[in-house]
């Protein structure tokens, strides 16, 4: 059984250009959240996708948006990058949006923006 | 506002001592509260987690976590740790109203051989 898959793993981006990011949830779940993970802090929520829809959103800019197919997979993209958007981007995924349902991240992707 | 706050960022301990990392948190409302373990090279993974009930919670690898409501508080603890507890410890809590998890800055413990 795959756990959480991201892609790519490592990624290095100029000032202003886009970035699009991909994830694949455990098998069986259906919820997708995104998270930023500044060096040396602890992750911020970015946003939570269900049923296809942005369902939560954290204090993040418009500049990042996402996407979430039928089959459950997500994008997270970032218009206009900053020198700040460089972090590690971790995915997590959830059989449900209930605060029962435990996240389980995927090992992330580390974007630097130059 | 939510908040997650652990107090120690770095703790160096020798194989076989006792482990104590604080998390204190800020919320009004039922708390759901977590601790994740991001080992060197790997994804993050759950420790441990409270939603109701014995506020004493244990998890995996021999960890527990105590939940004191007076306190505002969420402790992780183990009795003897090992050098495979080489990690970041992350405490976090979920927030009813907003949906999402609020985590604490992380906890760097390196267990000396």
């Known amino acids: 059984d795959a756990g959480v898959t991201q892609s790519p793993t490592h990624l290095i981006k100029t000032r202003g250009q886009q970035v699009t990011l991909r994830c694949s949830p455990k098998s069986g779940h259906d919820t997708v959240s995104w998270y930023q993970q500044a060096l040396g802090q602890g992750p911020q929520f970015i946003f939570q996708?269900?049923?296809?829809?942005?369902?939560q959103r954290g204090n993040f800019p418009d500049r990042f948006s996402g996407h979430q197919y039928p089959n459950y997979s997500s994008e997270l993209n970032v218009n206009a990058l900053l020198l700040g958007d460089s972090a590690l981007y971790l995915c997590?995924?959830?059989?449900?949006?209930?605060?029962?349902?435990?996240?389980?991240f995927g090992p992330g992707t580390r974007l630097l923006v130059l | 506002a939510q908040s997650v706050s652990q107090h120690n960022h770095h703790v160096i301990l020798s194989e076989a001592a006792s482990l104590e990392l604080g998390c204190n948190y800020s919320y009004g409302g039922t708390v759901n509260l977590f601790w994740y373990v991001q080992y060197p090279g790997q994804h993050l993974q759950l420790l441990l987690k409270?939603?109701?009930?014995?506020?004493l919670v244990k998890g995996i690898k021999g960890f527990e976590a105590e939940f004191i409501k007076s306190k505002f508080s969420f402790n992780l603890r183990k009795p003897s740790v090992q050098w495979s507890d080489t990690a970041e410890y992350f405490c976090?809590?979920?927030?009813?109203?907003?949906?999402?998890?609020?985590f604490g800055q992380g906890t760097t413990l390196q267990v000396k051989p």
């Open positions: 997590a995924s959830s059989p449900g949006q209930g605060i029962t349902e435990t996240q389980y």
């Open positions: 996708y269900y049923e296809e829809e942005e369902r």
């Open positions: 976090a809590l979920f927030s009813g109203n907003t949906g999402k998890l609020i």
């Open positions: 409270y939603f109701s009930g014995d506020p």
